[in-house]
């Protein structure tokens, strides 16, 4: 029932390259996806040119106005300026206010990201759907006290968007890219609980010709800058990995899902881009054909000068990174022993070491691991700093993982400023 594997880039890569070969042959589905986006991933498969007459026509969603919320108004919970940075419709935690929180990162610094709008969704009336030609028989629907009835299951885990620290492929590379201009505050980490998606799946009678499950958001639908309707947020999962570690969340910190973190029910894809990790899940697509939206085709690839025209395969982990629990051009005192903190997270390997350079980069050492490291989540570091001369001056963290890999100098750049891995220069003033 399995074919396919993807806990490593390559085989996603494969996958990919088989649903678009399934596509030519009219056997996948990519309702929503712009034509040009489709010739651009099938050019790659060497065969579009030829074919395209042939193509099954992708209705381009109708155009709408795009809306021009703010956080305010996309936002339900309180955004005080000491916590967060308002960037459009999203909210990103400021670094230096986690000090105040532990390992999890409560509800009300958790940082938001939202396409659209925070919808209200009654959990009495709340359904999911799951639906498609990769069920044996037909639909079923589940309420929450469904799911709630269910063996729970529960893990801790960050959920990281794919653009976060894309600001510094500008400020550190002199690169531009599109997207929201994170800094590196779009990051949280959580215990989920919830039920295994392979579980509700396996009750809704997932069929062996099953390859793609696309769970679907029920707020609004997402309308482009240029006004093009991409509709309902949504991306494809391999069933292989829906069979795997994901989770239907209906808590986070023991409570129930706020409202801007997916209430009643959101997806939790470990590790992966925070964009698998559908908030408000409606429903949920079981297909026996591969299936495409705008986020595994124009958005979560990785396109640029050192990427194939058609992009990288879909995104799937995030990467490697650390940050100083301190404000950005931070002021501090000369002369006096500060402990510094921050933290370090992998979404492949558990840290190792996080090694820190106080002197741009010429000596280093070793922080003080606070937490025990896991993958999926983060670890908590201190280290002590006695800066002598006053003046401006940068702060390095690197960390390393079990997989041997270290946060590197550069990143290769690409268009949206995705998966930012360098190791951040965090300018300070010693006054
Ligand atoms: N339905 C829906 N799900 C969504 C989104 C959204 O806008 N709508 N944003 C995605 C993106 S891009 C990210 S990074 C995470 C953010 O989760 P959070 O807002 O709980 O921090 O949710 C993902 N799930
Ligand atoms: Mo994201």
Redesign the pocket.
């Known amino acids: 029932m399995i074919s396919t594997e993807t806990s490593d880039g390559s085989s996603e890569e494969e996958y990919d390259r088989r649903r678009r070969a399934q596509w030519l042959a009219g056997e996948a589905r990519a309702d929503g996806v712009a034509r040009r986006d489709m010739l651009r991933l099938l050019a790659a498969a060497g065969v579009a040119a030829g074919a395209a007459t042939a193509l099954p026509m992708t209705l381009g969603a109708p155009r709408a106005q795009a809306a021009a919320a703010t956080a305010t108004a996309a936002i339900v919970k309180p955004l005080p300026e000491d916590r967060f940075t308002i960037r459009g419709?999203?909210a990103e935690t400021k670094f230096d206010a986690l000090a105040q929180t532990g390992h999890l990162t409560p509800a009300s610094h958790?940082?938001?990201?939202?396409?659209?709008a925070t919808p209200r969704l009654d959990a009495k009336t709340w359904t999911l759907r799951i639906w498609g030609d990769g069920l044996r028989g037909g639909e079923r629907e589940f309420t929450l006290a469904d799911l709630i009835r269910l063996p729970s299951t529960s893990r801790t885990a960050f959920?990281?968007?794919?653009?976060?620290g894309r600001s510094l492929f500008t400020t550190q590379q002199g690169q531009s890219a599109s997207g929201t201009a994170w800094t590196l505050g779009?990051i949280?980490n959580a215990h989920w609980r919830g039920v295994r998606l392979s579980e509700v799946l396996r009750r809704a009678g997932v069929s062996r010709h099953a390859v793609d499950v696309m769970p679907?958001?029920?707020?609004a639908d997402?309308v482009t800058d240029d006004g093009t309707n991409l509709g309902?947020?949504?991306r494809p999962l391999p069933l292989s990995k829906a069979m795997d570690d994901v989770i239907l969340a209906y808590e986070m910190n023991g409570a129930p899902l706020p409202a801007?973190?997916?209430y009643p029910v959101?997806?939790l894809v470990p590790a992966w881009?925070?964009?698998?990790?559908?908030?408000?899940?409606g429903d949920i697509e079981v297909s026996s054909k591969p299936l495409f939206s705008p986020w595994n085709t124009q958005f979560y690839r990785l396109f640029g000068e050192t990427y194939p025209p058609e992009g990288s395969a879909p995104l799937t982990h995030q990467t490697l990174k650390s940050a100083f629990e301190l404000p950005w051009n931070a002021s501090v005192d000369a002369a006096t022993t500060h402990h510094l903190t921050g933290r370090s997270w992998s979404a492949t390997g558990a840290i190792t070491r996080v090694d820190i350079s106080t002197d741009e980069g010429a000596t280093w050492h070793r922080a003080r691991l606070k937490d025990t490291p896991h993958r999926a989540t983060w670890t908590r570091w201190t280290t002590p700093w006695h800066p002598r001369t006053p003046g401006p001056t940068t702060l390095l963290a690197r960390a390393t993982d079990t997989t041997g890999r270290t946060q590197p100098e550069t990143t290769v750049h690409n268009t949206q400023g995705y998966l930012f891995d360098a190791v951040v220069r965090h300018a300070v003033t010693v006054v």
């Open positions: 419709t999203n958790f940082f938001v990201r939202n396409h659209t959920v990281e968007c794919a653009g976060n779009a949280g679907s958001g029920l707020d997402y309902r947020v949504r801007d973190h997916g959101r997806v881009v925070g964009i698998a990790s559908i908030k408000w899940v």
